[in-house]
């Protein structure tokens, strides 16, 4: 039951929500969100696979208190075990995002002191700040935790926001909100090309790559300065006292190693540039969000380097350009945009085939292309122990947690992904996540049979939702609806939706956000105020020719039914 205190404040927020029955939710339990797993389940009859290459057929998992008590083909079941019958069912180990931004806040900008010497401008101002935590600065309630972990995603390590020298990341699980979900705290320095200063309306130093690399061997050296000192003095008298520096301080278990810099290194000239320093100056270093290996593999070799590769990949629309018509200079240029696109798609396979361990990084990608994209690189040459590996036991290994991460077996915390196929299978979906002890539920939508959409007659497969739509939305407490207007707008789309409003006395609008369309799958968001106070709302279902059906999802509450019909003469028959 919710404590007075928390009803209070979910009933205040619930009244900002467009569905003004939703106060009669507050009570009931999330039909589609968490069950605690706080006695004893048996997962059964599934195809699990426990490790990558490993694989159990009518398997069944026992979990006792959120920990694998025991996996195989022949498990004695306690009577008191709640069973979840898993037939036809995959299961994989939850999981890892070696770097992730998802939840984390951006710190206030330092403010620039009236008398400031822009080549000498403070730590703050230069954006180095390796003293903050991304804990401080970390919302587990933020709707991006749940998008990730209904594509899987169980464990991450969050990096902190900021200029080159961010601060420390922390290793957290995805499970529910009641949890503080920190597994590890300050686990590495975070580190990236990019200064403040100029994006501000003003310059300060450093503002280029060669300068920022000047400033972290300048940091560096420092620090190991002021250890220096600071250890005599403990050992010898007669020496004057150190002053304290809090940038120098936070940068020693970087020198002492026992934390790598998380380096944030996308081309393979960035990937250079991190190695030349790593090698010049002997930290530990993870390479995160790279999309460029193949001309580096060799040095990422010889420095033992870890490798955290983007989730995200380029949109594919140069694949499609028509050459017709074009000049020779033309037609060579697309033609090596072309085969540096699909060079790009190469990346993970590369890495596996040079045999360097790598794992996943969802810094800067969408969730909802998480698992497409890793279809797409397992398309063009991943093996699907590979993709398994580095969503698993790789970053494990990277982050140091794979004593209770990364498979399935026994004493290991019961992060699990349970799909309705094979992971490479273009139908598979996540049906159920156990994440840090407690088991979500998603919608799994059914197969597509290829009748199902009408085509705007693009012949590429995406269905015309311009026009106007009305919807209703179905919830316990009853019905609410409006109407969605949807225009195109160059490449993409605008549009308005109307609810009825929370302050009574008819309509409001609002406007339809990140409207996207895949093939037949429409998805968008928007914003309700009323009072001081919002909620976010994200929507998404199938269109079928005139017709909409899906799902309206507000944050804590969990999914509501929505369908909608276009208006008559708006259908592209």
Do not use: C
């Amino acid at each position: 039951m919710l404590n007075a205190q928390f009803r209070k404040k979910v009933k205040l927020l619930v009244m900002a929500a467009f569905i003004l029955g939703l106060q009669d939710l507050v009570a009931q339990s999330d039909p589609k969100g968490e069950r605690r797993v706080t006695g004893t389940y048996a997962i059964q009859n599934a195809t699990v696979t426990t490790a990558p290459g490993k694989t159990l057929s009518k398997a069944t998992i026992l979990i006792k208190n959120g920990i694998i008590e025991s996996v195989g083909t022949n498990i004695s079941i306690p009577k008191d075990a709640q069973l979840i019958l898993a037939d036809s069912l995959y299961i994989y180990p939850g999981f890892i995002d070696g770097a992730s931004s998802a939840g984390v806040g951006k710190p206030a900008d330092a403010e620039r002191p009236a008398n400031m010497d822009p080549s000498k401008p403070t730590d703050e101002v230069a954006g180095i700040t390796p003293w903050r935590n991304v804990l401080d600065y970390f919302d587990k309630n933020n709707s991006q935790i749940g998008d990730w972990r209904k594509n899987g995603v169980t464990i991450a390590q969050i990096v902190p926001e900021g200029g080159m020298l961010p601060g420390k990341s922390a290793i957290v699980t995805f499970g529910h909100s009641s949890s503080s979900n920190v597994i590890a705290a300050q686990v590495g320095m975070s580190a990236r090309f990019r200064a403040l200063g100029g994006g501000r309306g003003y310059g300060v130093y450093p503002g280029t790559p060669l300068g920022i690399m000047a400033k972290y061997r300048d940091v560096y050296k420092n620090a190991e300065i002021s250890a220096k000192h600071n250890r005599l003095f403990a050992s010898t008298s007669g020496l004057a006292r150190p002053e304290i520096n809090k940038t120098s301080e936070a940068m020693y278990p970087v020198l002492d190693k026992n934390i790598p810099m998380v380096f944030e290194a996308s081309s393979d000239i960035e990937v250079r540039r991190v190695l030349s320093l790593q090698k010049e100056l002997g930290f530990r270093v993870v390479l995160a969000g790279v999309t460029e290996v193949d001309n580096v593999i060799s040095e990422i070799k010889a420095a033992n380097a870890a490798v955290l590769l983007s989730m995200k990949l380029p949109e594919d629309k140069i694949t499609k350009a028509k050459t017709e018509g074009l000049s020779e200079e033309m037609m060579q240029r697309t033609k090596r945009i072309q085969e540096s696109y699909e060079n790009m798609l190469k990346q993970a396979a590369k890495l596996e085939a040079a045999g360097i361990p790598f794992g996943f990084a969802g810094l800067g990608s969408k969730s909802a292309d998480m698992l497409k994209n890793l279809r797409i690189m397992t398309a063009n040459g991943l093996s699907e122990n590979g993709l398994v590996a580095a969503l698993t036991t790789n970053p494990a290994n990277i982050l140091g947690i794979g004593k209770f991460a990364g498979t399935i077996e026994k004493g290991k915390l019961a992060n699990l992904v349970i799909m309705t196929g094979p992971i490479l299978s273009e139908d598979a979906q996540v049906k159920h996540v156990v994440a840090d002890g407690y088991i979500f539920d998603y919608e799994v939508k059914p197969k597509k049979n290829g009748n199902e959409a009408k085509t705007n007659g693009s012949g590429n497969g995406t269905v015309s939702i311009e026009g106007v739509w009305d919807y209703v939305s179905d919830t316990p407490a009853g019905s609410s609806g409006g109407t969605m207007d949807i225009k195109r707008d160059g490449n993409g789309y605008k549009g308005t939706i109307t609810y009825d409003s929370p302050s009574g006395g008819g309509k409001a609008s609002s406007e339809m956000k990140n409207i996207t369309v895949s093939g037949n799958t429409l998805s968008f968001s928007f914003g309700v105020a009323a009072n001081g106070m919002s909620l976010d709302v994200e929507v998404s279902g199938e269109v079928n020719v005139s017709q909409f059906t899906g799902n309206l999802s507000l944050t804590d509450y969990g999914s509501f039914p929505l369908k909608a019909t276009k208006k008559p003469n708006q259908s592209n028959f």
